[in-house]
C-alpha cells in the first residue's frame, strides 16, 4: 500500500488515479468529523467537499512534515471556523443521523439505546465549538495531543485542559440524564 506522501506526488504528477486512493482512504475519516463538527448532514458534505477543493489547490504546498489526515483535517478546522465567523452563529442542535444499529429486536433497549443517542448528542451540541473540536478530534479521530495543538495553533496545555473540561461537561450533561431517569422511574 502506497503511503499518503507519495500519492501526493503521484497526483501532482498527474495520477488522477493517486487522487483517488487518497480521497477514498481519507473521506469517511473526514466526513464523520465533518458531521460531528457541523452537527448538519448538509453543512457536513458541503465542508467535506470544500475541504477537498482547497487540498486539491494546496497539494503543491503540502510538504509532509505531518500525516496527510492531519493536514486535512485542518484545512476542514479552517474552512469551519471561516463559516461560523460568515454566519456569526452558534452551531445549533445536532441533526447528523448517528442511530445505533437495530441489531435487538426488543422495543425497551432500543429505545434506550435510542434516549442515550439523543442525551449524547444533546450534550455534545452544548459543547463551546473550542471544547468540542477538542474532543471530537481526540475522542473520534484519534488524533494525538501534540497533532491537536499543531491544527489548532495553540499550547499542548490548552488542549489537554480543553479536552478535560469538554469530557467533564460531557460526564456531568449523561449523569444529569441518569438522575433524571432514575427519579422519573
Known sequence: ????????????AGSDAAFEMLFDRHSPSLY????????????????????????IKSLGRYR???????WLH??????????????RAEVGPLDVEMTPADTD??????????????SVRAALAALSPEHRT??????????????IA???????????SRLHYAI??????????QAEEVAGA
Open 1 to 12: 500500500m502506497k503511503d499518503d506522501r507519495r500519492l501526493v506526488r503521484e497526483y501532482i
Open 168 to 177: 467533564a461537561a460531557m460526564r456531568a450533561a449523561l449523569r444529569d440524564v
Open 32 to 55: 464523520a468529523f465533518a458531521c460531528h463538527l457541523t452537527g448538519r448532514q448538509q453543512d457536513a458534505e458541503d465542508l467535506c467537499q470544500s475541504t477537498w477543493i482547497e487540498a
Open 74 to 87: 485542518a484545512i476542514a478546522l479552517h474552512l469551519h471556523r471561516d463559516l461560523l465567523r460568515r454566519r
Open 134 to 147: 477538542v474532543l471530537l478530534l481526540h475522542e473520534l479521530q484519534g488524533f494525538k495531543y501534540r497533532e
Open 105 to 118: 429486536a426488543n422495543p425497551e433497549r432500543l429505545a434506550d439505546r435510542l434516549d442515550l443517542v439523543t
Open 64 to 70: 509532509g512534515r505531518g500525516s496527510f489526515r492531519a
Open 150 to 160: 499543531a491544527l489548532l495553533d495553540c499550547p499542548i496545555g490548552t488542549v489537554k
